[in-house]
């Protein structure tokens, strides 16, 4: 098991969260605004004082060993942090610094040359473009080699070129870790990501690891358990093909491969047609 969450929650949260990660994987972290998904992020990144339950990274808990977690640990906050006189070199090196990297010199030079950042490494950080910026917090959240790495809507502002080139610095990395994303980019998700979570109202609500094959039916009223597919929600089931719902066309809104059923899901809840709980 690579990271864990145990009825984890702040103090003052009515909700606790409880999941799994057993192996390196994109998970897309998926709800509509407010629905609690930065809070997550920083739940699982450490980033509040106290805590009720437990996270589990490797050998490492949140807990007991806050410190030695939080290094394994990257994130890409929604925006990149900085103060006017910094460059990018000097981001990287208070970063290497906070997380105690060994070699820092030679890791800052890497990781530099693999953003495409050599250039603009003197350059104030405030000078730099959007899409420059956000290689660059990329960049520090994955400075430490971390065994989990949480990005909070790494999207935002990117044009379709600038995305497309941050799913391949991303897939470019070693795939001995997790990236929890979490984005309002729905197509952007389910094209990229092996397992979608969906958050409502503070609580995951729906959880799917996924092929391109694999198939999504929400249906009209709670279907059972079958040998012909797997219920992820009173209302979802998962299966591998589409003909394994032949019983269900006439009682389902909708039922279609995975990257096409979930904007749908999203859409019927935009227009008040449907709702989670």
Same mark, same amino acid.
């Given at each position: 098991?690579?990271? $864990?969450?145990?009825?984890?929650?702040?103090?003052?949260?009515?909700?606790?969260?409880?999941?799994?990660?057993?192996?390196?994987?994109?998970?897309?972290?998926?709800?509509?605004?407010?629905?609690?998904?930065?809070?997550?992020?920083?739940?699982?990144?450490?980033?509040?004082?106290?805590?009720?339950?437990?996270?589990?990274?490797?050998?490492?808990?949140?807990?007991?060993?806050?410190?030695?977690?939080?290094?394994?640990?990257?994130?890409?906050?929604?925006?990149?942090?900085?103060?006017?006189?910094?460059?990018?070199?000097?981001?990287?090196?208070?970063?290497?610094?906070?997380?105690?990297?060994?070699?820092?010199?030679?890791?800052?030079?890497?990781?530099?040359?693999?953003?495409?950042?050599?250039?603009?490494?003197?350059?104030?950080?405030?000078?730099?473009?959007?899409?420059?910026?956000?290689?660059?917090?990329?960049?520090?959240?994955?400075?430490?080699?971390?065994?989990?790495?949480?990005?909070?809507?790494?999207?935002?502002?990117?044009?379709?070129?600038?995305?497309?080139?941050?799913?391949?610095?991303?897939?470019?990395?070693?795939?001995?870790?997790?990236?929890?994303?979490? $984005?309002?980019?729905?197509?952007?998700?389910? $094209?990229?990501?092996?397992?979608?979570?969906?958050?409502?109202?503070?609580?995951?609500?729906?959880?799917?690891?996924?092929?391109?094959?694999?198939?999504?039916?929400?249906?009209?009223?709670?279907?059972?358990?079958?040998?012909?597919?797997?219920?992820?929600?009173?209302?979802?089931?998962?299966?591998?093909?589409?003909?394994?719902?032949?019983?269900?066309?006439?009682?389902?809104?909708?039922?279609?491969?995975?990257?096409?059923?979930?904007?749908?899901?999203?859409?019927?809840?935009?227009?008040?047609?449907?709702?989670?709980?």
């Amino acid at each position: 098991m690579l990271f $864990s969450a145990e009825q984890l929650r702040t103090p003052r949260a009515t909700q606790a969260y409880s999941f799994t990660i057993e192996q390196p994987q994109i998970v897309g972290l998926m709800g509509i605004n407010g629905a609690g998904k930065s809070s997550l992020l920083r739940l699982i990144g450490g980033a509040h004082d106290q805590y009720l339950g437990q996270a589990t990274l490797g050998r490492h808990t949140l807990l007991t060993h806050p410190a030695d977690y939080r290094r394994h640990i990257g994130f890409m906050v929604d925006q990149l942090p900085y103060t006017n006189r910094q460059t990018p070199k000097q981001y990287l090196q208070l970063i290497a610094a906070a997380k105690q990297i060994e070699n820092s010199a030679a890791v800052i030079e890497a990781t530099l040359a693999a953003f495409d950042l050599t250039q603009l490494s003197q350059q104030l950080i405030r000078t730099l473009s959007l899409g420059q910026r956000q290689r660059l917090n990329l960049a520090q959240a994955l400075l430490n080699s971390p065994s989990l790495v949480l990005l909070d809507e790494p999207l935002n502002g990117l044009d379709p070129n600038q995305q497309d080139r941050f799913w391949q610095m991303l897939k470019e990395q070693p795939n001995q870790r997790a990236i929890i994303i979490a $984005s309002h980019h729905i197509n952007e998700l389910v $094209s990229h990501c092996d397992r979608i979570m969906i958050i409502d109202q503070q609580q995951i609500v729906f959880d799917c690891e996924y092929t391109s094959t694999s198939y999504l039916a929400l249906t009209k009223e709670p279907v059972n358990e079958s040998e012909h597919w797997q219920v992820l929600h009173p209302q979802i089931a998962l299966a591998n093909s589409a003909t394994a719902f032949a019983s269900l066309n006439q009682a389902c809104y909708l039922c279609e491969p995975v990257d096409k059923a979930l904007p749908g899901i999203f859409k019927l809840m935009a227009d008040g047609d449907w709702q989670w709980s």
